[in-house]
């Protein structure tokens, strides 16, 4: 059975900092890219980082381009989302995904976790 599991989310001001996890099991992880997907309240899903399946290489979405630092310890199933420099327009569902491709694409990305909330205000 597929699983992603979100954790690390929560309540952090402007400026501030937050690590998400996700941790995966049921099928190959170092096979995959792996990516973190964000929902912010009454908007689509937009796909914001992704990390190749040998950690080798990254992409970013311009939003969260030189804040954000995606990771993944392949040895423990797990990707990482570092998020610095907060802003209130990060407020979001994050979601982590696995897909074949780094292109960012939801339609691209075969599994989902249920997500964690990240708010940021003051």
């Known amino acids: 059975q597929v699983q992603l599991v979100e954790s690390g989310g929560g309540l952090v001001q402007p400026g501030g900092s937050l690590r998400l996890s996700c941790a995966a099991s049921?099928?190959?992880?170092?096979?995959?890219?792996m990516n973190w997907v964000r929902q912010a309240p009454g908007k689509g899903r937009e796909g914001v980082l992704c990390i190749s399946s040998n950690g080798g290489s990254t992409r970013y979405a311009d939003s969260v381009k030189g804040r954000f630092t995606i990771s993944r310890d392949n040895a423990k199933n797990t990707v990482y989302l570092q998020m610095n420099s907060l802003k209130s327009e990060d407020t979001a569902v994050y979601y982590c995904?696995?897909?074949?491709?780094?292109?960012?694409?939801?339609?691209?990305?075969?599994?989902w976790g249920k997500g964690t909330l990240v708010t940021v205000s003051s």
């Open positions: 049921g099928f190959a992880f170092s096979n995959y890219n």
């Open positions: 995904a696995a897909g074949r491709s780094c292109y960012l694409a939801l339609y691209d990305m075969n599994y």
